[in-house]
């Protein structure tokens, strides 16, 4: 069971100076949102339960970690959020999912195990992968559920699934891409339910164990952190090699044939989770800027202070969300690129769904492409 005082406590909320600098950068409250992340620590120091966990307050946290940036007594919000949402969640109080809930709902599907999954159809047969064992584990995540669900948006985020074991082809790499993975658990987390997580947690350490691989890569931010961050609870010292497709690209430009296909400007979208929760912002930029013919052009807002696309746990789906990805859409189409280069596919769905707008049209409409997509189509 989740302490409220023992939560405070490590989240460094007691450290509060009351300044309001994490409620004055919080995306929510500058759209318009009543959220405050300084009222809530104020209510969790006071040992208010019924106040912290208040379903609107509670779940309104993007958990983007913005405001840790600017905290000047250091308070891990974040960490806060996520063990309140635990303590909510143990008293019946969970978020209303988008979608009818239907992402949770597979996800729990996947964690009490039981049902076979057909998650490798999308496989094409120029792709060369092994079920079972190898030294390189590709950690796919969701994306090919989210291609399933989401087709009317436009995004396909199973594109940069398959360009990034095209890559790793290209390299002389069969990469391991099990039938058994399941999803990291990183939304059911996020949303208070840990002993889905749990399981989840455990099966996927299995089977990447059972692998034998040395090092796991992923496409996806939010998998990413899951592994390197609360899969060491259960896999401390167990644990492959982990990194981020960009990063493992990254290491291997010198080894991939690029050519010049014309020129072209491209924007990249910072992930909450790879870049301010795991420091990872040069590795994506030191591949978009090594390729032949392609521009970087920031955003007024990148890195540290990068804005992000108000949906990573699938519980934010509201008129402030859509702002922000609507305002995040405008500083892209500001900077003259042409291209929204990804690192999550989250991402991808998110801003698709904005541009989806029928009143915006082309103010906002911009393509968006997987850095592994942009990548492969310059390799001769």
């Not at 597979?106 to 094409?124: C, D, F, K």
């Not at 989840?200 to 164990?209: C, G, M, T, W």
């Not at 915006?360 to 942009?374: H, P």
Request: net charge negative; aromatic share 6%; charged share 25%.
């Amino acid at each position: 069971m989740v302490d409220l005082a023992e939560v405070t406590k490590k989240s460094k909320a007691w450290a509060c100076y009351d300044c309001g600098k994490c409620t004055a950068t919080c995306p929510i409250a500058r759209v318009g949102g009543s959220y405050s992340p300084r009222r809530h620590i104020l209510d969790s120091n006071t040992g208010n339960p019924a106040e912290v966990m208040d379903r609107d307050t509670l779940f309104a946290c993007l958990s983007c970690s913005l405001c840790e940036q600017r905290c000047p007594a250091q308070v891990v919000y974040t960490d806060l959020v996520l063990h309140l949402r635990e303590l909510a969640f143990s008293e019946g109080i969970e978020p209303d999912c988008p979608h009818g809930g239907t992402i949770q709902s597979l996800m729990r599907l996947m964690a009490s195990g039981g049902t076979v999954q057909n998650r490798m159809e999308w496989i094409e047969d120029d792709l060369k992968t092994t079920p079972a064992e190898g030294d390189v584990f590709y950690w796919t995540g969701c994306s090919m559920y989210y291609d399933a669900l989401f087709p009317d948006y436009g995004s396909r985020p199973i594109e940069g699934t398959k360009a990034a074991i095209r890559l790793f082809n290209k390299l002389g790499v069969t990469p391991v891409v099990s039938p058994e993975e399941r999803c990291c658990g990183h939304d059911l987390l996020w949303n208070g339910d840990r002993k889905s997580f749990e399981q989840l947690a455990r099966h996927n350490l299995e089977v990447v164990k059972k692998s034998g691989a040395s090092l796991l890569v992923t496409s996806c931010a939010e998998c990413l952190r899951t592994w390197a961050k609360e899969y060491q609870t259960f896999g401390a010292g167990k644990l492959p090699k982990i990194m981020h497709m960009t990063e493992y690209i990254a290491e291997h430009l010198p080894e991939l044939d690029l050519k010049e296909n014309g020129v072209l400007k491209v924007t990249y979208q910072d992930p909450c989770r790879l870049g301010r929760q795991l420091g990872i912002y040069d590795p994506p930029r030191e591949v978009i800027e090594a390729l032949p013919g392609v521009e970087l052009v920031e955003m007024r807002h990148s890195k540290q202070g990068a804005q992000c696309c108000a949906g990573g746990t699938w519980s934010n789906c509201d008129i402030f969300a859509k702002q922000i990805q609507v305002d995040r859409l405008r500083e892209a189409r500001a900077t003259g690129a042409e291209v929204m280069a990804t690192a999550c596919p989250k991402c991808q769905i998110h801003f698709s769904c904005a541009m989806k707008d029928p009143l915006l049209k082309e103010e906002i409409k911009i393509e968006m492409r997987d850095v592994a997509e942009l990548v492969l189509d310059l390799i001769s």
